[in-house]
């Protein structure tokens, strides 16, 4: 199946680059361009890509903005969102998370990495790093004013199972780690998690993480770090 790609950026010269990048991948195609958020917002309402690559610093309204928009619409749900910005900073990457990006990544990225972002992403996975998870998470999104109060009845639909897979994706654990730590098969480790994304309503896995920390199944350890509830 070819992944159908919608670059956002107000550079010409860098969405000439990308689309050169994307279009000389078998399995990618961009279908559009967009120079400010509002036009993204237009553009994938009227293409409905499997991915938005997304520039923050925009003029009109940002990327960051767009972003809410876009995850805010039902009807653009399978739409997901690559933040590729020069600005790598802790906040902003916290504020695209909450926004609602499926991941983050800056432009010095390398040509097969991008590729790869692309695939990632379309798949329904965070691209975020594990170590970048954790860092985000017990930095921003466990904190009261970053995160709205506490619903644990919406883990009541999980099986235990399904819990405890939420609750290893919430500490930074890639699918590969947990397998390994469970002595499960990756696709098994997946395939609970995608349930759990399903009955959460988890646009991917990065909002899973959210949800996970919002709901008290994750919490912060007093040394800073991520963890699990029992």
């Known amino acids: 199946m070819t992944l159908r790609v919608l670059l956002a950026d107000d550079q010409a010269l860098l969405r000439g680059a990308f689309r050169m ?16 958020g509002r036009e993204a917002v237009r553009r994938t309402r009227e293409l409905r890509p499997d991915v938005v690559i997304m ?26 969102i690559l933040i590729l910005t020069t600005y790598e900073t802790d906040e902003y990457v916290a504020q695209a998370l909450r926004a609602g990006a499926s991941g983050f990544i800056g432009k010095g990225i390398g040509a097969e990495a991008l590729l790869d972002a692309v695939r990632t ?18 930095r921003f999104l466990a904190t009261p004013d970053a995160a709205p109060p506490h ?18 994706v919430a500490t930074g654990l890639s699918n590969q780690e947990i397998a390994e730590r469970m002595f499960l098969s ?26 996970a920390y919002r709901t008290g199944l994750a919490h912060v350890t007093p040394d800073g770090g991520a963890d699990r509830l029992p």
């Open 21 to 36: 990048l994307l279009d000389s991948a078998d399995d990618i195609t961009v279908v559009g361009e967009a120079a400010d």
């Open 55 to 80: 520039d923050i610093r925009m003029p009109e309204v940002d990327g960051l903005t767009a972003t809410s928009e876009i995850c805010a619409d039902p009807e653009l749900r399978t739409s997901r």
């Open 121 to 138: 992403i379309a798949e329904g996975d965070t691209l975020l790093s594990p170590a970048a998870t954790r860092s985000l998470v017990t």
């Open 151 to 168: 619903h644990p009845e919406q883990l009541a639909a999980l099986t235990p199972r399904e819990r405890e897979m939420v609750g290893l």
């Open 186 to 211: 990756p696709f098994t480790v997946r395939a609970h998690v995608q349930r759990a994304m399903t009955k959460l309503e988890a646009r991917d896995r990065a909002q899973l993480v959210v949800i």
